[in-house]
């Protein structure tokens, strides 16, 4: 079960800007600096750490949103499995959004307590 989606149409009225990558192609790699969280907007990325896939995203889930709230390097890299184009969100245009629609932040919190709960089960398994 994925923990969220976010609503495009706010996005929209911030003037979101849009990516865009092909199958195969670095969104980030880790260790890169990184001050903004992605939405996916379409197509499917892959989010590998240390060589492994942890991780398929698809349409309107985020990734790097850890480096948005802790301004640390990226974790992790990120690759379009597809063609895909994503929407990169600001630390001012998630402030933003928290403030337009409070359930934003909640939502984020939500895939960060999800990730976390996913990573603590694979070391328990480990």
Avoid: W
Wanted: net charge neutral; proline share 4%.
């Amino acid at each position: 079960m994925k923990p969220t989606s976010i609503d495009f149409q706010v996005l929209s009225r911030l003037g979101g800007e849009r990516r865009h990558y092909t199958a195969g192609e670095v969104i980030f790699r880790s260790g890169e600096p990184g001050d903004e969280l992605l939405v996916v907007r379409s197509g499917t990325v892959a989010i590998e750490v240390r060589g492994t896939i942890v991780e398929r995203l698809g349409e309107s889930e985020i990734f790097g949103e850890m480096a948005l709230v802790e301004a640390k390097p990226r974790s992790a890299t990120v690759i379009a499995e597809t063609d895909c184009v994503v929407v990169p969100i600001s630390e001012k245009q998630f402030l933003a959004m928290v403030e337009y629609a409070p359930t934003f932040a909640l939502a984020v919190i939500r895939v960060l307590a999800h990730r976390l709960r996913e990573s603590n089960a694979h070391r328990r398994a480990a």
